[in-house]
């Protein structure tokens, strides 16, 4: 399983989640990420999306993506984004 370690999270209006991480290798595309179960701080989740911050590949190690996490339920949709609105997480704090 694939640890990274967070530099910032968000929460996307229907569609969870996101958490700002480096890349952990270089690659094309994300299929080694979309839909496998990932560690970020040490929570299991997986990942179901992929923000890539508009860049076109190739993608290098280190490079900041964001992962869209599901946690306790399987993905049942996959996204790359182009843009993303970042929502402090102080205002979602008890959100469902």
Known sequence: ?????SEDKFFINGRGMGYVVALDQ???DFKHLLG?????DG???QC???ERNAKMPPFKAGEKISLLVAEGRLANSVIDAEVVTKVP???????V
């Open 1 to 5: 399983m694939i640890q990274f370690k």
């Open 26 to 28: 270089d690659t094309n």
């Open 36 to 40: 496998q179960h990932v560690l970020i």
């Open 43 to 45: 929570v299991k989740y």
């Open 48 to 50: 179901v999306g992929v």
């Open 89 to 95: 997480v102080k205002e979602i704090e008890g959100a």
